[in-house]
């Protein structure tokens, strides 16, 4: 079989009532771009797809990945949603897309990339897992429980292909380093890194079986990170090969059962339960969340996608859109009961993100405003010694 690269690139570039969900004429016009895309021979097949207010664009293609003229499509399909948001009048127009030209890769320009480059099995099915209101480091926890515990995934046991276990690629947020360790041997190891969601994600993953390769990317774009200030949240897509050597379907949703609290929700701010959600029920209608995760299944046959629809066409596609399923329901009801508990604390701690986090919000423009109130206390000035407006206001209360 040839060689073939799946792409996954998103971008939140406007959306309706507040972060609900893209227009469906900004949806329409991506599809278009994309449709270009396959006249002129740049790649093969595409899907439009969201979760809550972001678009993904799903594409197959034979010009490996980091191709300029993948992402420049990628780019002018986001590029035209955000005129079409724009128009509209609608919140968040064009927020992800941090310049205003394309410059050869649409890595650091603010959409997130997750993409991977195979040689083709006779049976290729693919999930793609496409989350809002949360970061990259989200996945840390699910994909650390799919590649290498034996309790969620038994064919780390019974499969011989999957039994010797999996690289994963660490990347440091904050320094922008990597390091590649294995598993089951350094799976302690691994744990000390990924253990820390402020800091470190998982990129990719590889079987060691060479002939198998890549397992699993995911986006690691930090948007903060990119444009020096807050912007919105990273809202991460990973892409998963399954079965035949890899986890199978139900091994890669099982985790995804409990519903972890992850960074981000409203403002990027707080802690949230992730939700498993359908792609037409994402909309982040609760404090604009609660996180949602979409999963999307689907083949690649000679480079092509593949899914229920009766007459496959080009850019016309039905994934198997899991989450849609009700046995996902009592999931939904316990992660509703951990978001409405842990909402009461309001602005407290443990409900917020901790300083160092909260540094990439808009909360240090609050700081700054009130840094020169604050004086030395040693612990016994009494209130009549304090200073003559705070006196004043004292009187005017009383």
């Not at 507040?18 to 599809?31: D, F, I, N, S």
Request: aromatic share 8%; proline share 7%.
């Amino acid at each position: 079989m040839a060689r073939v690269t799946v792409s996954l690139i998103k971008a939140d570039v406007g959306s309706v009532g507040g972060h609900t969900t893209p227009h469906p004429k900004m949806l329409a016009v991506a599809k278009e771009e994309l449709h270009k895309g396959v006249d002129q021979g740049i790649i093969l097949d595409f899907m439009v797809a969201r979760c809550g207010d972001d678009i993904s664009l799903i594409m197959t293609h034979r010009q490996g990945e980091n191709n300029e003229r993948v992402h420049e499509l990628a780019w002018n399909a986001f590029r035209r949603a955000a005129e079409v948001a724009k128009s509209l009048g609608l919140y968040g127009a064009g927020q992800d897309l941090l310049v205003d030209a394309f410059s050869g890769n649409i890595r650091g320009l603010g959409p997130g990339v997750a993409e991977m480059t195979f040689e083709e099995r006779p049976s290729e099915p693919i999930m793609a897992l496409l989350a809002d209101k949360t970061e990259p480091s989200a996945f840390n926890l699910p994909l650390a429980r799919i590649f290498a515990d034996p309790f969620t995934t038994t064919g780390l046991v019974i499969d011989a292909r999957m039994h010797d276990g999996f690289i994963f690629e660490v990347i440091d947020l904050y320094e922008n380093k990597r390091i590649l360790l294995k598993t089951p041997e350094e799976l302690h190891d691994l744990l000390a890194f990924i253990g820390d969601i402020t800091r470190y994600a998982i990129k990719r993953i590889y079987s060691k079986n060479e002939s198998i390769g890549i397992a699993a990317v995911v986006s690691t774009e930090k948007l903060s990170f990119i444009a020096g200030k807050y912007v919105g949240k990273d809202d991460p897509v990973a892409l998963v090969r399954l079965q035949s050597g890899l986890p199978a379907a139900g091994e890669v949703t099982q985790p995804f059962a409990f519903p972890a609290l992850v960074s981000g929700w409203m403002r990027g701010s707080h802690w949230g339960p992730w939700t498993p959600s359908s792609m037409h029920a994402s909309n982040t209608t609760f404090y604009d969340g609660p996180p949602r995760i979409v999963a999307l299944s689907f083949q690649v046959k000679d480079g092509r996608i593949v899914g229920t629809e009766a007459e496959p066409r080009i850019g016309e596609h039905t994934p198997v859109d899991v989450f849609a399923d009700p046995v996902w329901d009592e999931v939904r009801r316990q992660a509703m009961q951990y978001a409405l508990y842990i909402r009461r604390h309001g602005p407290f701690m443990p409900s917020i993100l901790p300083p160092e986090e909260l540094e990439y919000t808009t909360l240090p423009k609050v700081r700054e405003r009130l840094k020169d109130r604050w004086e030395p206390y040693d612990g016994n000035v009494p209130l009549k010694e304090l200073k003559a407006e705070y006196q004043q206001e004292e009187v005017l209360h009383e």
